[in-house]
């Protein structure tokens, strides 16, 4: 069965403190990893989509890189305005329409 | 702004009653996409169109059904509603409805079943 998990489950930083949020996925024939920023009572942002192992995508100070099992969004020197939850998704491979299985989410917080 | 746009925003009733929630996809869009989150639960995957058929279907109960028209926008209907059907409807669209498409999610549609 297809499960994504994350992780911290929540991440208290301080504005400036880098870090990193897991995720990691058992799904056979992995055709794609969606990360999403989400605020409280919004829908998700789409950031980024990694395909293969090796592919890493960056945008201002979030960086997403993805292994065979397992990808991280690194947050460099965070402002508070990063905080928010972080899902990611994997297509479920039952079939070959875009069903997304999400992960729980690694809500993060950075204080000034 | 994702150009998904839902509607309404937020809808409140009563234990028993129906409700429709509305979705447009973004221009050109042709995949239409529901998802329910509630707080115990995460975002959970209900059903996908592809230019007005239905393509995927996931853990939507059967008090739950909806459809894409031919202009594209698609509506969710939940009868005989409970009280843990409380919660965010979101919707999302993709281009051409793959799996490996990026979907694009609206505000989304908060609903308090009372």
């Known amino acids: 069965e297809d499960q994504v998990t994350q992780s911290p489950e929540a991440l208290r930083l301080q504005e400036g403190e880098s870090s990193s949020l897991n995720c990691s996925y058992t799904?056979?024939?992995?055709?794609?990893l969606f990360w999403y920023r989400q605020d409280p009572g919004k829908g998700p942002e789409f950031l980024f989509t990694l395909y293969s192992a090796g592919e890493e995508k960056e945008k201002e100070r979030l960086k997403a890189t993805l292994t065979k099992k397992e990808s991280f969004l690194h947050i460099t020197a965070p402002k508070p305005e990063d905080s928010a939850t972080y899902l990611c998704a994997v297509p479920m491979t039952t079939d070959s329409w875009g069903k997304f299985q999400f992960g729980a989410g690694t809500q993060v917080v950075v204080t000034p | 702004d994702s150009g998904v746009t839902q509607t309404p925003k937020h809808l409140i009733t009563a234990t028993g009653q129906r409700v429709t929630l509305r979705c447009s996809p973004r221009?050109?869009?042709?995949?239409v996409y529901w998802y329910q989150q509630s707080l115990d639960q995460g975002l959970q995957f209900l059903i996908q169109?592809?230019?007005?058929?239905?393509?995927a279907k996931g853990n939507i109960l059967e008090r739950f059904s909806a459809q894409q028209f031919p202009d594209l926008h698609s509506e969710l209907n939940l009868s005989s509603l409970e009280l843990g059907d409380s919660a965010l409807y979101f919707c999302?669209?993709?281009?051409?409805?793959?799996?490996?498409?990026?979907?694009?999610f609206g505000p989304g549609t908060r609903l308090t079943v009372l």
């Open positions: 169109y592809y230019n007005g058929e239905e393509r």
């Open positions: 799904v056979s024939g992995l055709r794609g």
């Open positions: 221009s050109g869009d042709l995949s």
């Open positions: 999302a669209s993709s281009s051409d409805g793959g799996v490996s498409d990026t979907q694009y």
